[in-house]
């Protein structure tokens, strides 16, 4: 049931690896980022979206990110703590589960549902996009703020569609940037 989810995000932890040794500085930084990898168990469950149940889809989402998680840490094996592997493993189930729930709801005949799915990812991806740009700099992270603003209006399905989840995903990206900042406060006390 779950054989798409492995072997999609095996092969995209792998793909990951291979970027982040080979793409030249600054760029293996996109392999790597979180918001990214989601849009592996969304893309998963948006291609199965219209046949599955929301618990298969955030199922799928959950195998998906783990398949990623799991091979990644055994590609970079020597430089992993196992603390990281935890993290990313909790991480991996509640990431996976809402990138493939938010995969399942754009393609939803409901139009809040797709807006709000797509406002979603396209505000998760740009708005680590946007806290890259802000805090810490490079071109790298000027493309993650445009993948995640050109998301919703390549997904969505009407011009009112596209532009309701464009400005969902604005605001998503600028609340969660707030978000970031917060937790690097708390994180240097």
Request: net charge positive; with cysteine; hydrophobic share 60%.
């Amino acid at each position: 049931m779950f054989a798409i989810s492995i072997i999609v995000g095996a092969s995209a932890g792998g793909l990951a690896w291979v970027l982040t040794t080979l793409l030249p500085h600054p760029w293996p930084t996109l392999a790597g980022t979180s918001a990214l990898w989601g849009l592996v168990p969304f893309g998963v469950a948006l291609r199965d979206g219209v046949r599955t149940q929301k618990r298969e889809a955030a199922l799928t989402g959950v195998v998906t990110m783990l398949a990623m998680v799991a091979i990644w840490c055994a590609l970079v094996a020597s430089t992993v703590t196992l603390r990281e592997v935890l993290l990313w493993t909790v991480v991996g189930f509640a990431a996976g589960a809402l990138c493939g729930l938010a995969g399942y709801s754009a393609r939803s005949r409901q139009r809040w549902f797709r807006a709000l799915a797509l406002a979603f990812m396209g505000g998760l991806v740009a708005g680590e996009g946007l806290y890259g740009v802000v805090l810490i700099g490079g071109p790298q992270w000027w493309l993650e703020l445009v993948v995640g603003l050109v998301l919703p209006l390549a997904l969505g399905r009407t011009l009112q569609g596209r532009l309701v989840a464009l400005v969902g995903a604005a605001v998503f990206a600028a609340a969660l940037l707030g978000v970031f900042w917060l937790y690097d406060a708390v994180a240097v006390m």
